[in-house]
């Protein structure tokens, strides 16, 4: 399926646009018919119709639209997807014997073959495409780039979640092309130095702090890794003040667990392991803000990806605070979708008194990031904000994909924080 995005080297944005819709409709209403269920999956028998092939011309779709002016990624991320996660699959299927740690049901042969295909796949279709760009994009991009993405979206495949892979891996496909398509060699040039003059901090700091943090139990091995690799990373990219943050973010969100800690334990709604943060929760909430401290210098939009730092630091620190206060203390939950009464610790619940800890924690640390020199304080009403839409949109979504598996809690906390930087650089870009 994948040999038609060759196709879009000679179509405009809207003619590839039509043809998807146009293969929209006919994987909704025709195949179907034509096929007789011959194409249905188990799970597509189970609820009574094919969702898979309707989500892939959506996906192409979605993928032209959000690039119209760079097919290319449309291209690459289309690519990823058909070839990476059908090779996944049928390497999975036929040679898959090791299992992944995190999702017993995927193969370590699987995630290969969706990187190596994907990769294969992305690098192609990314050259194919090159002259439509202008300018055309250095080699670096066409080869690094696709490779980056498939990785990232082999990871996002690989969760145990039960969210359609045909959203999923063009998605992160699709963002990964993008960042790094922002990616310039003259801001990589002028911030070489400032990076390497903080890398040895930022090595001795993290890795002293990552140690404490395992002996005194607050975090798993895996969340030690993954956040000395962040810390690392922040610390390099936007120095002292930038790490401050992150770790006050970090030291709210692990104090905030550990209130209330014997009410949460009765009533089955205490963080797993006593409160200690694993990897995946570690980059769900801190990873896009490790992102956005990466772009910051090796992007021309060095303001804009500060922003985006300090919003999804806000974002995910208050939405932690709002969460664990919530449980601990909250009188009343409130579902916020239909605002009914609910059990503390129900997926998508709200309390009065968590909400206002939550709003009262990111004035704090949106505060904090102005003191330290990362943020203007005419902007700080845009990072509470954007953590308050986060908020609401990650319960939101918690109240009606969670429970079925669709999404986990670390998606949903990547969601947040993603969604709290989004609507602080909209709002930052509107005043």
Same mark, same amino acid.
């Given at each position: ?9 000679? =179509? ?18 025709? =195949?179907?018919? =034509? ?94 495409? +090159? ?11 066409? /080869? ?12 996002? #495949? ?12 063009? @998605? ?20 070489? =130095? ?76 205490? #963080? ?31 303001? $804009?990806?500060? /922003? ?33 009464? /609910? ?9 009065? #008194? ?11 640390? @949106? ?23 986060? +908020? ?5 979504? $918690?109240?009606?994909? #969670? ?14 924080? $993603? ?13």
């Amino acid at each position: 399926m994948s040999g038609f995005a060759l196709c879009l080297r000679a =179509l405009t944005w809207w003619q590839a646009a039509l043809c998807a819709i146009a293969a929209l409709i006919v994987n909704a209403f025709v =195949l179907p018919r =034509l096929a007789g269920g011959s194409l249905d999956r188990p799970v597509d028998r189970a609820r009574g119709y094919p969702l898979g092939i309707v989500l892939y011309p959506l996906s192409v779709l979605l993928l032209i639209l959000a690039f119209p002016a760079r097919l290319d990624i449309a291209a690459s991320a289309w690519g990823i997807l058909a070839c990476g996660d059908g090779c996944a699959t049928l390497a999975g299927r036929a040679y898959g014997h090791h299992r992944l740690s995190w999702n017993p049901a995927k193969t370590w042969e699987g995630l290969i073959a969706f990187v190596v295909a994907g990769s294969a796949a992305g690098i192609l279709l990314a050259w194919w495409m +090159s002259p439509t760009v202008v300018p055309v994009p250095p080699v670096a991009f066409i /080869v690094m780039a696709p490779i980056a993405a498939a990785v990232l979206a082999g990871l996002a #495949e690989s969760l145990p979640v039960q969210l359609d892979d045909n959203l999923s891996v063009p @998605a992160v496909a699709g963002a990964s092309l993008w960042l790094a398509s922002l990616v310039t060699m003259d801001a990589a040039r002028a911030s070489l =130095l400032a990076v390497a003059a903080s890398a040895p901090a930022a090595l001795a700091v993290n890795t002293v702090v990552a140690i404490g943090g395992w002996r005194v139990g607050t975090v798993r091995a895996s969340g030690t890794i993954t956040g000395w690799a962040i810390g690392v990373a922040v610390y390099a990219c936007t120095g002292w003040p930038g790490w401050v943050l992150l770790f006050t973010t970090f030291l709210a969100a692990a104090m905030s667990s550990r209130l209330g800690f014997r009410r949460k334990a009765l009533l089955g709604i205490a #963080e797993e392991r006593g409160g200690r943060r694993g990897g995946g929760n570690a980059f769900a909430n801190t990873g896009l803000a490790a992102i956005a401290a990466l772009a910051a210098v090796f992007t021309p939009y060095h303001d $804009a990806a500060l /922003v985006a730092f300090v919003a999804a630091l806000v974002t995910g620190g208050s939405d932690t605070i709002a969460s664990e206060i919530g449980k601990a203390w909250g009188r009343r939950t409130y579902l916020v979708t239909t605002m009914a009464e /609910v059990k503390p610790g129900t997926p998508g619940a709200m309390s009065l #008194e968590g909400t206002a800890a939550g709003v009262l924690g990111a004035l704090v640390l @949106a505060s904090l990031a102005t003191w330290l020199g990362l943020l203007p304080a005419s902007l700080v009403w845009c990072a509470v904000t954007g953590a308050v839409v986060g +908020s609401l949109v990650e319960s939101a979504l $918690a109240a009606t994909l #969670e429970a079925p598996g669709i999404v986990n809690n670390d998606m949903l906390n990547f969601i947040n924080t $993603a969604t709290g930087a989004i609507v602080a650089l909209g709002l930052t870009r509107w005043v």
